[in-house]
Protein backbone atom coordinates (compact mmCIF):
# COMPACT_ATOMS: atom_id res chain seq x y z
CA UNK A 1 0.00 0.00 0.00
CA UNK A 2 2.99 2.49 1.08
CA UNK A 3 4.67 1.62 -2.23
CA UNK A 4 1.24 2.54 -4.33
CA UNK A 5 1.11 5.65 -2.70
CA UNK A 6 4.44 6.43 -3.26
CA UNK A 7 4.49 5.60 -6.86
CA UNK A 8 1.74 7.77 -7.16
CA UNK A 9 3.15 10.40 -5.54
CA UNK A 10 5.85 10.08 -8.12
CA UNK A 11 4.18 10.07 -11.05
CA UNK A 12 1.92 13.00 -9.98
CA UNK A 13 5.15 14.81 -9.02
CA UNK A 14 6.38 14.22 -12.78
CA UNK A 15 3.38 14.77 -14.29
CA UNK A 16 3.78 18.58 -12.60
CA UNK A 17 7.57 19.01 -13.66
CA UNK A 18 6.41 18.18 -17.36
CA UNK A 19 3.44 20.81 -17.41
CA UNK A 20 5.64 23.29 -16.30
CA UNK A 21 8.44 22.37 -18.17
CA UNK A 22 5.94 22.61 -21.25
CA UNK A 23 3.85 25.78 -19.87
CA UNK A 24 7.34 26.95 -20.10
CA UNK A 25 8.45 25.92 -23.76
CA UNK A 26 4.99 27.29 -25.35
CA UNK A 27 5.77 30.76 -23.45
CA UNK A 28 9.45 30.46 -25.01
CA UNK A 29 7.77 30.05 -28.74
CA UNK A 30 4.93 32.03 -28.64
CA UNK A 31 7.81 35.16 -27.57
CA UNK A 32 9.72 34.00 -30.69
CA UNK A 33 7.24 33.56 -32.97
CA UNK A 34 5.85 37.46 -31.66
CA UNK A 35 8.83 38.49 -32.23
CA UNK A 36 9.92 37.57 -35.44
CA UNK A 37 6.31 38.54 -36.92
CA UNK A 38 6.99 41.97 -35.36
CA UNK A 39 10.41 42.00 -36.84
CA UNK A 40 9.51 40.83 -39.96
CA UNK A 41 6.45 42.88 -40.19
CA UNK A 42 8.04 44.37 -43.71
CA UNK A 43 8.11 41.35 -45.48
CA UNK A 44 4.44 40.17 -44.67
CA UNK A 45 2.91 43.36 -45.43
CA UNK A 46 4.87 42.85 -48.86
CA UNK A 47 3.03 39.76 -48.98
CA UNK A 48 -0.42 41.60 -49.59
CA UNK A 49 0.37 42.22 -52.93
CA UNK A 50 0.01 37.90 -53.25
CA UNK A 51 -3.68 38.08 -52.85
CA UNK A 52 -6.10 39.22 -55.62
CA UNK A 53 -9.06 40.70 -53.81
CA UNK A 54 -8.77 43.75 -50.85
CA UNK A 55 -11.08 41.78 -48.66
CA UNK A 56 -8.44 38.97 -48.77
CA UNK A 57 -5.17 41.52 -48.16
CA UNK A 58 -7.50 43.09 -45.22
CA UNK A 59 -7.80 39.14 -43.74
CA UNK A 60 -4.24 38.62 -44.21
CA UNK A 61 -3.53 42.25 -42.01
CA UNK A 62 -5.60 41.19 -39.82
CA UNK A 63 -4.90 37.40 -39.00
CA UNK A 64 -1.04 38.96 -38.69
CA UNK A 65 -1.81 42.09 -36.31
CA UNK A 66 -3.83 39.70 -34.06
CA UNK A 67 -1.15 36.80 -33.99
CA UNK A 68 1.82 39.12 -33.06
CA UNK A 69 0.31 40.72 -30.36
CA UNK A 70 -1.75 37.56 -28.88
CA UNK A 71 1.79 35.89 -29.34
CA UNK A 72 3.54 38.78 -26.70
CA UNK A 73 0.69 39.38 -24.40
CA UNK A 74 0.16 35.43 -23.97
CA UNK A 75 3.99 34.86 -23.75
CA UNK A 76 4.02 37.63 -21.13
CA UNK A 77 0.60 36.22 -19.31
CA UNK A 78 2.09 32.87 -19.13
CA UNK A 79 5.65 33.95 -18.00
CA UNK A 80 3.97 35.73 -14.94
CA UNK A 81 2.18 32.19 -14.03
CA UNK A 82 5.78 30.44 -13.59
CA UNK A 83 7.46 32.78 -11.73
CA UNK A 84 6.90 31.84 -8.03
CA UNK A 85 9.23 30.31 -5.54
CA UNK A 86 7.72 26.98 -5.35
CA UNK A 87 8.25 26.23 -9.11
CA UNK A 88 12.05 27.64 -9.42
CA UNK A 89 12.51 24.74 -6.58
CA UNK A 90 11.03 22.21 -9.09
CA UNK A 91 12.08 23.38 -12.54
CA UNK A 92 15.76 23.94 -13.75
CA UNK A 93 14.63 27.51 -14.85
CA UNK A 94 17.13 29.86 -15.76
CA UNK A 95 18.19 32.29 -13.59
CA UNK A 96 17.75 35.50 -13.43
CA UNK A 97 17.77 35.33 -17.42
CA UNK A 98 14.19 33.84 -17.25
CA UNK A 99 12.87 36.89 -14.76
CA UNK A 100 14.93 39.54 -16.37
CA UNK A 101 13.69 38.09 -19.87
CA UNK A 102 10.26 38.92 -19.11
CA UNK A 103 10.60 42.28 -17.51
CA UNK A 104 11.72 43.64 -20.90
CA UNK A 105 8.58 41.57 -22.42
CA UNK A 106 6.89 43.56 -20.17
CA UNK A 107 8.63 47.25 -21.06
CA UNK A 108 8.17 46.79 -24.50
CA UNK A 109 4.34 45.72 -24.17
CA UNK A 110 3.83 49.35 -22.14
CA UNK A 111 5.16 51.09 -24.99
CA UNK A 112 2.66 48.74 -27.54
CA UNK A 113 -1.03 49.83 -24.87
CA UNK A 114 0.14 53.23 -24.80
CA UNK A 115 -0.60 53.51 -28.58
CA UNK A 116 2.38 55.23 -29.44
CA UNK A 117 4.12 52.98 -32.00
CA UNK A 118 2.21 55.04 -34.95
CA UNK A 119 3.19 58.17 -33.84
CA UNK A 120 6.36 58.46 -32.36
CA UNK A 121 9.45 56.94 -34.11
CA UNK A 122 11.51 56.89 -30.00
CA UNK A 123 8.53 54.56 -29.42
CA UNK A 124 9.15 52.36 -31.94
CA UNK A 125 12.98 52.29 -31.59
CA UNK A 126 12.31 51.25 -27.51
CA UNK A 127 9.83 49.07 -28.20
CA UNK A 128 12.15 47.04 -30.88
CA UNK A 129 15.34 47.33 -28.36
CA UNK A 130 13.35 46.07 -25.54
CA UNK A 131 11.57 43.60 -27.20
CA UNK A 132 15.14 42.29 -29.08
CA UNK A 133 16.64 42.52 -25.23
CA UNK A 134 13.92 40.26 -23.79
CA UNK A 135 14.15 37.45 -26.87
CA UNK A 136 18.32 37.63 -26.10
CA UNK A 137 18.19 36.96 -22.72
CA UNK A 138 15.40 34.50 -22.49
CA UNK A 139 17.62 33.07 -25.43
CA UNK A 140 20.63 32.61 -23.74
CA UNK A 141 19.36 31.09 -20.65
CA UNK A 142 17.12 28.48 -22.54
CA UNK A 143 20.16 27.42 -24.37
CA UNK A 144 22.97 28.10 -22.12
CA UNK A 145 21.69 27.92 -19.01
CA UNK A 146 18.28 25.49 -18.92
CA UNK A 147 19.19 22.91 -21.50
CA UNK A 148 23.10 23.23 -21.21
CA UNK A 149 25.88 20.70 -20.06
CA UNK A 150 23.55 17.65 -19.76
CA UNK A 151 24.10 14.76 -17.23
CA UNK A 152 25.67 12.83 -19.46
CA UNK A 153 28.72 15.54 -20.09
CA UNK A 154 28.88 15.90 -16.48
CA UNK A 155 29.24 12.18 -15.40
CA UNK A 156 31.63 12.04 -18.49
CA UNK A 157 33.86 14.59 -17.15
CA UNK A 158 33.50 16.70 -20.42
CA UNK A 159 30.91 19.51 -19.21
CA UNK A 160 34.25 21.94 -18.53
CA UNK A 161 34.15 24.90 -16.27
CA UNK A 162 32.35 27.00 -18.05
CA UNK A 163 29.39 24.81 -19.08
CA UNK A 164 29.66 23.80 -14.94
CA UNK A 165 29.27 27.68 -14.04
CA UNK A 166 26.08 27.98 -16.45
CA UNK A 167 24.77 24.92 -15.17
CA UNK A 168 24.57 26.23 -11.36
CA UNK A 169 22.59 28.95 -12.44
CA UNK A 170 19.54 26.83 -13.19
CA UNK A 171 16.64 27.74 -9.98
CA UNK A 172 16.61 24.16 -9.32
CA UNK A 173 20.33 23.96 -8.35
CA UNK A 174 20.99 27.07 -6.59
CA UNK A 175 18.34 28.31 -4.53
CA UNK A 176 19.87 31.31 -3.26
CA UNK A 177 19.88 32.97 -6.45
CA UNK A 178 16.58 32.15 -7.39
CA UNK A 179 15.20 33.34 -4.36
CA UNK A 180 17.06 36.84 -4.92
CA UNK A 181 15.60 36.45 -8.54
CA UNK A 182 12.42 36.43 -7.25
CA UNK A 183 12.88 38.58 -4.64
CA UNK A 184 14.00 41.34 -7.16
CA UNK A 185 11.89 40.84 -10.17
CA UNK A 186 8.36 40.13 -8.23
CA UNK A 187 7.93 43.70 -7.28
CA UNK A 188 9.30 45.04 -10.85
CA UNK A 189 6.35 42.71 -13.04
CA UNK A 190 3.70 43.96 -10.49
CA UNK A 191 4.42 47.50 -11.29
CA UNK A 192 5.01 47.01 -15.12
CA UNK A 193 2.03 44.80 -15.16
CA UNK A 194 0.16 47.65 -13.32
CA UNK A 195 1.12 49.92 -15.65
CA UNK A 196 -0.30 47.39 -18.61
CA UNK A 197 -3.88 48.12 -16.87
CA UNK A 198 -3.34 51.89 -16.62
CA UNK A 199 -2.78 52.72 -19.77
CA UNK A 200 -5.05 49.83 -21.01
CA UNK A 201 -7.73 51.58 -19.35
CA UNK A 202 -6.55 54.86 -20.16
CA UNK A 203 -6.44 54.60 -24.31
CA UNK A 204 -10.00 53.07 -23.73
CA UNK A 205 -11.31 56.08 -21.94
CA UNK A 206 -9.87 58.52 -24.08
CA UNK A 207 -11.38 56.13 -27.46
CA UNK A 208 -14.84 55.97 -25.56
CA UNK A 209 -14.64 60.14 -25.57
CA UNK A 210 -13.80 60.66 -29.01
CA UNK A 211 -16.48 58.62 -29.74
Avoid at 5 to 13: D, F, H, P, S, V
Avoid at 17 to 43: D, E, K, Q
Wanted: glycine fraction near 6%; avoid cysteine.
Amino acid sequence: MEEHALLTEQIAKSLEVWTIISTYNIAMVLLLLGALLHFARGFFKDTRRYFRFNVSRDNWSILLNLLKDFSLFGSYGISLLLINPDMFADVKFPMPFFPLGVIFLGIALIYKIRGDLTQSSRAQKLFALFLLLAVIVQYFGFVFVMEAAPEEWVNAGVAGDFWLSLRSMRSNLNPSLSMWSFILSFPVLVIITGLMIYYGYKAKFYKEEEE
